[in-house]
């Protein structure tokens, strides 16, 4: 009978430790807003917001959105 409260009791215990790790992990994720509050096919180059369009040496990787040469992925919204 306390095998079997034992392992309940750890596998509260384990699944309380599990949630709070989750909680924790994202509350320390970014939380960044969509095209950097600026809108959809904008972001923000200093204190403007500027359209999306490729640059030198950006490689698309789908029709309307490419990496940048910053790594940053952009998309334009025609």
């Known amino acids: 009978?306390?095998?079997q409260i034992s392992?309940?009791?750890t596998g509260l215990f384990a699944s309380?430790?599990?949630a709070g790790a989750l909680a924790l992990g994202l509350s320390f994720a970014p939380?960044?807003?969509a095209a950097d509050g600026c809108g959809i096919g904008y972001h923000l180059d200093g204190p403007?917001?500027?359209l999306n369009v490729p640059g030198p040496n950006a490689h698309f990787?789908?029709?309307n959105c490419w990496i940048n040469v910053n790594n940053d992925e952009r998309c334009y919204v025609p």
């Open 61 to 63: 990787i789908s029709p």
């Open 1 to 3: 009978m306390t095998a």
């Open 31 to 33: 939380t960044a807003s």
């Open 16 to 18: 309380a430790v599990a």
């Open 48 to 50: 403007n917001c500027v």
């Open 7 to 9: 392992k309940r009791a």
